[in-house]
């Protein structure tokens, strides 16, 4: 049986609580010391001067790179910097042992460990036991602290004797999780590595090889635990993740700001966090389909033939052979030698831009034999030699090389392709088959933006014509970013060492070594500019979402497949995305990914996964919702306002919920269409995923936009809209109402859909 001991007699608790600030104290103390050594080592690596060879340089900035680092994390872990303790089981009378677990480890000056960092596998047990399975600990404490004092002390002790109970829910720390779970919402996740529950532990602290798919209901701690998982990895798999870096694919912006801090606050910087649209370097995609016809079928893996016939369209042997007229002379290459030329590009199975020289110098060699012939004039090696490259200056001779074998960027090849009937047809009517109507879904205008769709597609004929000079401009595209994040960065270093303004060395002239030096780029602005860049792992958030041709992408950013699948089946929001994680993953990894299962839902109280657990069982009877921790203050709650009142009704509504949740944030959350007249409505809110939506107080949103995040207060509108407005509607719906951490309204006009009648009563 397990006993909790928040409730100990007044002298024994306080006598505790004095211990523990005793060592928690002692943690700071030592703290201070390491941190005043970093900064000490800091100085003296900026001391040692600017000469030297420029090896010695790069160590001493290398040196100053890992101080500068290490101070920050020293830094970022002063607020709750230990927050447990566990006590293991003594051996033949004598005590076991004690240990503290925080966000770092910390030694004594005679290397003895103090504190023990919660990656390290000495905390397991704090997060692995349970009241069924103890393991070897007697105890666990959870330490509550504000600044650096202890306010309060919460004690699981596992009596190993009388075990009779099993708790279900196998909650650790349910105090200190409940107590966590009531506050409002920032508008930013936070770390949760004093509360961290024994299934998301197993999440993450699962192996780094091979997919880990973790599925889980809304609010089930599958972001929070994806996150701490690359700290974990980052931790303990450390010399071979730092080279190769941890991708974080997030569904969209908002998204990815929402999380933004968990992963610094957890010491982590080597993560590159992108969405789908920003994985091509150099566009940055956001627009959605115009259809869900087209987003079906540009998710298809259909288009990767689509796409490999494109460019072998874009290959071509004039019947009539090409024709340049140059100096006044017409040069020309008759059909059969472009048809040879042609083949010989193809023959090598090089990327198209690749095969290109040896397609180009073909035709060069043919001009340059019919210019000797028409001139009468011998040609050898040397003269066949200049001749080629005095012809490659003429722009009329590379136009006609480009008839054959043109240069291809992806960009170009896709606007092309998506703005002639003629180009489609042509591809389409292959191995990819597309029908007419599939054809005309992909139509459009060639000055159109990317959508973030058009991403993987853009990927896929990167991968078939091969790089372009791409790398070099984002290299220099980086290098200017570079000089300016430098002086940031120098500025940031200066500030956090307390150097600045002490006349030691100015934010400037610490950029300019490190110029001098060469770039110290960080892996993950290495790997954020290469499209070819292999991480180290890869961990794919909201992944239900990505398509099959997005999965085809992703894949080729880690060839070793160490991958972390994290999303949820039952919330599919796009026509192209997942329908079962088999079906996705499979052809990668066929039958060769694990899955864990998280099952409690720490988000949403009982009272609306009420209402949510309806809305599952129409949409994806196949899916058990997730049961809640907590129950709820106020029960959700319907409100019918008569057609055409919505935007006068609004606002009082809004107003109502918001004071009713305090300091928190609310979101209304509704079909596009009604977007226009909720804004008219609710004039001050934020709308939709601009940079202002996660600190306004109410925010209106799409279920797109709202993905991933969570609200104090959620007003959905018009919900038969949101069913309508796709073939995935219901998911949508089940998504909206599962955002809420405190409460739920309704807002309808007709009647309430069938599968929200829970409402009514
Ligand atoms: N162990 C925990 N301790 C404290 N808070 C937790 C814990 N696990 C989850 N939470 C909180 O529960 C909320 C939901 O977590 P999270 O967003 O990770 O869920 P999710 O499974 O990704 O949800 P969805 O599928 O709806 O996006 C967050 O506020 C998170 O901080």
């Known amino acids: 049986m397990e006993l909790r001991q928040t409730e100990q007699p007044g002298s024994a608790r306080s006598a505790a609580l004095a211990a523990e600030q005793g060592y928690v104290s002692t943690l700071y103390a030592r703290l201070d010391v390491v ?55 003594g051996i033949d009378g004598a005590a076991g042992e004690t240990l503290y677990i925080g966000r770092i480890g910390l030694r004594d000056a005679d290397y003895e460990p103090l504190l023990v960092d919660w990656r390290a596998p000495a905390a397991g047990p704090f997060y692995a036991a349970t009241p069924n399975t103890p393991g070897p600990l007697v105890r666990r404490r959870h330490l509550h602290t504000r600044d650096r004092r202890v306010l309060d002390i919460d004690d699981e002790v596992f009596d190993l004797d009388g075990l009779t109970e099993s708790d279900r829910r196998t909650l650790v720390g349910e105090a200190a999780l409940l107590a966590t779970l009531r506050r409002g919402r920032t508008g930013r996740m936070s770390d949760v590595v004093a509360t961290i529950q024994t299934e998301q532990d197993r999440v993450i602290r699962s192996g780094l090889a091979g997919v880990l798919v973790v599925q889980g209901g809304p609010g ?74 087209t987003a079906r079928v540009k998710g298809d893996t259909r288009m990767a033939e689509l796409i490999r016939a494109a460019v072998r369209g874009r290959q071509r042997a004039p019947r009539r052979g090409v024709r340049v007229e140059t100096d006044g002379m017409v040069l020309r290459v008759g059909g059969a030698a472009c048809l040879k030329a042609r083949d010989r590009g193809r023959s090598g199975r090089r990327p198209h831009n690749l095969a290109r020289r040896a397609v180009a ?8 034999r019919d210019q000797a012939r028409q001139l009468s004039r011998p040609l050898d090696d040397e003269d066949l030699a200049y001749a080629r490259s005095a012809l490659w200056e003429e722009d009329a001779v590379r136009a006609a090389i480009d008839e054959v074998w043109p240069f291809l960027t992806p960009q170009r090849l896709l606007r092309e392709l998506f703005a002639s009937p003629d180009a489609l047809r042509s591809a389409a009517s292959g191995k990819a088959g597309l029908s007419e109507a599939e054809q005309r879904a992909l139509l459009r205008d060639p000055a159109a ?63 300019e070594r490190n110029r001098d030096a060469g770039p110290l780029l960080t892996t993950a602005e290495r790997a954020g500019e290469d499209r070819a860049w292999a991480y180290g792992h890869v961990i794919v958030d909201e992944a239900q979402e990505l398509s099959a041709m997005a999965w085809r992408m992703v894949m080729r950013r880690v060839p070793t497949r160490s991958m972390t699948v994290v999303g949820d089946v039952a919330q599919t929001g796009d026509p192209a995305g997942a329908r079962s ?54 029960p959700p709650r319907a409100v019918r306002v008569g057609e055409g009142r919505l935007e ?34 609710l004039p001050d809110a934020a709308v939709g995923a601009g940079p202002g939506t996660l600190e306004s107080p109410v925010a209106v949103l799409t279920t797109t936009q709202a993905k991933g995040l969570e609200f104090d207060a959620v007003v959905v509108v018009a919900p038969s809209g949101v069913i309508a407005q796709s073939p995935q509607g219901g998911h949508d719906l089940y998504v909206a109402v599962t955002r809420a951490t405190r409460r739920l309204t309704v807002v309808h006009e007709g009647p309430l859909p069938r599968m929200l009648e829970r409402l009514r009563a």
């Not at 908002?254 to 080597?270: A, C, K, N």
């Not at 994680?581 to 299962?597: A, C, H, N, S």
Request: with cysteine.
């Open 449 to 511: 933006e990317w959508t973030v769709a058009d991403v993987p597609l853009l990927d896929e004929a990167a991968e078939l014509l091969g790089e372009d000079d791409s790398a070099a401009r984002a290299m220099e595209r980086a290098a200017e970013r570079e000089r300016r994040a430098e002086e940031r960065y120098a500025q940031g270093v200066l500030e956090i060492t307390g150097l600045s303004g002490q006349g030691f060395v100015d934010a400037r002239t610490l950029a």
């Open 220 to 293: 089930t701690g599958k972001t929070v635990a994806a996150l701490h998982r690359a700290a974990y990895l980052l931790y303990t798999h450390r010399r071979a993740l730092e080279r190769r870096g941890v991708l974080v694919v997030g569904p969209n912006p908002t998204f990815l700001r929402y999380i933004g801090q968990v992963l610094p606050s957890l010491g982590e910087t080597d993560v590159v966090l992108s969405t789908l649209g920003g994985l091509f370097p150099g566009v940055s995609a956001t627009a959605a389909e115009p259809s869900h016809q």
């Open 648 to 681: 006068a009704e609004l606002p009082a509504l809004v107003a109502g919920e918001l004071a009713a949740a305090g300091e928190g944030r609310l979101a209304v959350i509704a079909p596009t269409v009604r977007l226009a007249e909720i804004r008219r409505a």
């Open 581 to 634: 994680w088999g079906q996705m993953l499979d052809p990668y990894v066929k039958g060769r990914w694990r899955e864990e299962r998280l099952l409690v839902n720490y988000r949403t109280p009982a009272e609306i996964m009420e209402v949510a657990a309806d809305v599952l069982a129409e949409v994806a009877p196949e899916q058990e919702p997730p049961e809640s921790v907590r129950d709820g203050e106020a």
């Open 361 to 368: 110098r073909d035709l060069l060699n043919a001009l340059a």
């Open 35 to 89: 941190r005043a050594e970093a900064e000490q080592a800091l100085r003296e690596a900026h001391g040692r001067g600017g000469t030297g060879t420029r090896q010695a340089r790069i160590e001493r900035e290398v040196t100053a790179d890992e101080q500068a680092r290490r101070l920050a994390r020293l830094s970022g872990v002063e607020r709750g910097l230990c927050f447990g303790r566990i006590d293991h089981r």
